[in-house]
């Protein structure tokens, strides 16, 4: 097992675009999380998944931001009408439920312009 | 609610100096503690951890111990190098947030040579 992998590792878009991130977890790993970070920041939550399905989102989240995790494998997360403030990293983590630690991706950087 | 809670950075020391990173939690006791490290444009991963009450986590010539009766997790190391520098997040297990892990800012440590 090669650990959490996200493509694109680095995203440049206009803004008005919308982008899509795809997030492939450990394989046996039921639980799926989405995150972003911005400069000097932690990790801020977005949303997780156990298997296919999506059991929070957080209230910070304008309805532009979308995730996806239709057979309980791979993640996508998709923002629409992208805005300048998007710029950010999006972290993808994913766990073993009964398993108190996560293991993250690489990030993907997007860079809204 | 339950939380860590952990010195703010930047920590700024000279190469081989003794590392410390305090975090202390509010709760009966975690079944578990972790400490996560971010290096410059990475995603999180897994530094140690400790899975119950006394026992000390070690990774990499860092080191902490869960301490129930002062509450705490730090992080030390002896001696410190370059590339050390990074960002260090103390953190419970996921299950315990909710089942979603929720990191604070983290302490940003630099390591001058």
């Known amino acids: 097992d090669t650990g959490v992998s996200q493509n694109p590792r680095h995203k440049i878009t206009k803004r008005g675009q919308n982008v899509t991130f795809r997030c492939d977890p450990i394989?046996?790993?039921?639980?799926l999380y989405w995150y972003r970070q911005t400069l000097g920041q932690g990790p801020e939550f977005l949303t997780y998944?156990?298997?296919?399905?999506?059991?929070?989102k957080s209230r910070l989240l304008s309805d532009r931001f979308s995730a996806e995790r239709p057979k309980g494998s791979f993640s996508t997360l998709e923002i629409q009408r992208t805005e300048q403030g998007d710029s950010a990293m999006y972290l993808c983590?994913?766990?073993?439920?009964?398993?108190?630690?996560?293991?993250f991706g690489q990030g993907t950087r997007l860079t809204v312009v | 609610g339950d939380s860590v809670t952990q010195m703010e950075g930047p920590v700024t020391l000279s190469e081989e100096a003794f590392l410390t990173i305090n975090c202390t939690y509010t709760?009966?006791?975690?079944?578990?503690l972790f400490w996560y490290v971010q290096y410059p444009g990475e995603g999180l991963q897994l530094l140690l951890k400790?899975?119950?009450?006394?026992d000390k986590g070690s990774n990499k010539g860092f080191e902490a111990t869960y301490r129930k009766e002062t509450t705490s997790f730090h992080l030390e190391k002896g001696s410190v190098q370059v590339s050390d520098s990074a960002v260090y997040f103390c953190?419970?297990?996921?299950?315990?947030?909710?089942?979603?892990?929720?990191f604070g800012q983290g302490t940003e440590l630099s390591v001058k040579p």
């Open positions: 983590a994913s766990s073993q439920e009964a398993k108190g630690e996560a293991f």
């Open positions: 394989s046996e790993h039921n639980r």
């Open positions: 998944f156990q298997n296919e399905a999506q059991l929070e």
């Open positions: 709760a009966t006791g975690y079944p578990s």
């Open positions: 400790a899975t119950k009450a006394d």
């Open positions: 953190a419970p297990p996921i299950y315990n947030q909710g089942g979603k892990l929720i």
